[in-house]
Each structure stands twice: as structure tokens, then as C-alpha cells.
Nanobody, 125 residues
Framework: VQLQASGGGLVQAGGSLRLSCAAS????????MAWFRQAPGKEREFVAA????????YYADSVKGRFTISRDNAKNTVYLQMNSLKPEDTAVYYC???????????????????WGQGTLVTVSS
């Protein structure tokens, strides 16, 4: 199983980026798919998730209203649309996939089974 994240880059504050994470090796339509991030010198933190069943979405308070997670199960891909970016959004963004993630575990990275390599997002002020 491989998760390939892409779409990171340098953007000015207020700008937008769209991250993609393509999964290969098996289908993940019945899995939770999520994004986490890690800023320099800080611990990894939850950003957003799409949980099976129902594909309900969950967001960290810090990105709610600015970021949108979506998924295309036919392409085995999860996206993160990031709008109104702030310098504090600067981080390496990681995609993750997990099976049987319950609601109370959505934000806990230890429950996810597979991780992508990360893509760097830099937001300049």
C-alpha cells in the first residue's frame, strides 16, 4: 500500500492550495481518510478527516470554515482544499488512511494504518 501526497508549495497569506493524496495497493472506500500536519518544532496535529460509513467530515477548529476535505473513491484519492491560508498553516501535510476508525478516534493519528510521505505547505505573510 502506498499513499502519494502532492500539491504543496509556497503561497501568500490569503491564498489557496489543493492537496491530493492518491492511494494504491488496495481500495479504501470503506476506510477513514484524513490529513494531519506537523509544523517545525511542533507535534503532529489533526487537520481533517472523512470517515466511513457515511463519509462524515471532521475538522480541527483552527481550519474549520477554511479547509474542505473530499474524496473520490473511484480514484482512491482524498483531497484537501485550503483557502484563506495563514502563516500558521505552514507545515508538512500528511495523508493517512485507517480502518474502523470510530468517531472518538478520528483525530488520533495512532489509529491510522497507512501514511503518505508528506507535502510541504509554506504560507508567507
Amino acid at each position: 500500500v502506498q499513499l502519494q501526497a502532492s500539491g504543496g508549495g509556497l503561497v501568500q497569506a490569503g491564498g489557496s492550495l489543493r492537496l491530493s493524496c492518491a492511494a494504491s495497493g488496495r481500495t479504501f472506500s470503506n476506510h477513514a481518510m484524513a490529513w494531519f500536519r506537523q509544523a517545525p518544532g511542533k507535534e503532529r496535529e489533526f487537520v481533517a478527516a472523512s470517515r466511513w460509513p457515511g463519509y462524515s467530515t471532521y475538522y480541527a477548529d483552527s481550519v474549520k470554515g477554511r479547509f474542505t476535505i473530499s474524496r473520490d473513491n473511484a480514484k482512491n484519492t482524498v483531497y484537501l482544499q485550503m483557502n484563506s491560508l495563514k502563516p500558521e498553516d505552514t507545515a508538512v501535510y500528511y495523508c493517512a488512511v485507517g480502518y474502523r476508525i470510530i468517531v472518538t478516534s478520528v483525530q488520533d493519528g495512532s489509529h491510522y494504518d497507512y501514511w503518505g510521505q508528506g507535502t510541504l505547505v509554506t504560507v508567507s505573510s
